[in-house]
């Protein structure tokens, strides 16, 4: 089932490789991970392997979350040299979002493909429409401060990150900038977010894709390919600090609109993969 030619082996290698490049780029600049980009591009790969429907998706968000461990601690550990985290907000959501990657990864083992995708695509469309066109006075009242609803903010985002393979900084992004904190925290605070949610989120998915090891790819462990795994992180951790420094030199509205459209387009494409096309 997965026998392919040695060239487009090799062919899937360099978009792999290219594909780690541009997610540590994108974990600096937009504090997302990178995993927004990671799981398109495992969804096409795998899909080109003959990995099976049912199962290619969660395959492309456990080994996501996998990618995005070691992208995410260079990515926030650059934004913390720079002073711009906001670490009492990371603080304050660990628990809740751990709590919350655990349920995740136990819908993960029962729920269809089409769950993660319909996931991923509204989450990703709601964060683009607020950055592209929101204004100053979108806000929630109140402050973001630690608290029932702050926990229940990190107990979402967690579910929803595991669901969609991603390190949480779509959401964490939404909620700080809804609560006036400036694009630039949000980015460097979210990066932090990604590693409480990236290493239980891989465990998790090793754990519900358990079951599915003889119809997965060789060298998966559940629901994560140590293939892809070994070929995208080098290049995702070398580029991680680069994207962290292009970040702090762009202006906020620049970085919101180069971060809308960026989610606006993957939110399309997985809508449209979720209506057959």
Known sequence: MFSIP???????AAALVVA???????AGVFGVG??????????????????PEDIRMPLC????????IPTSIRSFNAHRAKGAADTSIVRAWAVPVVLGVLVGSLIARYAPAGVFKGVFAGVAFVSAIRLLFGRDSWRLPGELKPGPLMSAYGLGIGVLSTLMGIGGG???????TLYGRPIHQAVATSAGLGVLISIP??????????????????????????????LMVP???WTAPI??????????????????????????????SLLGY
């Open 243 to 272: 994207g962290a420094r292009l970040a702090h030199r762009l202006s906020k509205r620049r970085l919101e609109v180069a971060f809308g459209i960026f989610l606006l387009l993957v939110s399309m494409r997985f809508l449209a």
């Open 201 to 230: 989120g891989a465990l998790g998915a090793v754990y519900a894709g358990w079951p599915q090891m003889s119809r997965l790819p060789p060298l998966s462990l559940g629901y994560v390919s140590l293939i892809a795994f070994a």
């Open 34 to 51: 990178g995993g927004a980009v990671v799981v398109p591009i495992l969804y096409w790969c795998f899909g080109f392997l003959g990995v």
């Open 6 to 12: 040695v060239a487009d082996l090799a062919f899937l």
């Open 235 to 237: 290049t995702s951790m």
């Open 61 to 68: 968000v456990g080994t996501s979350l996998a990618v995005i």
């Open 170 to 176: 779509q959401l964490s992004n939404l909620f700080m």
């Open 20 to 26: 780690g490049a541009v997610t540590g780029l994108l």
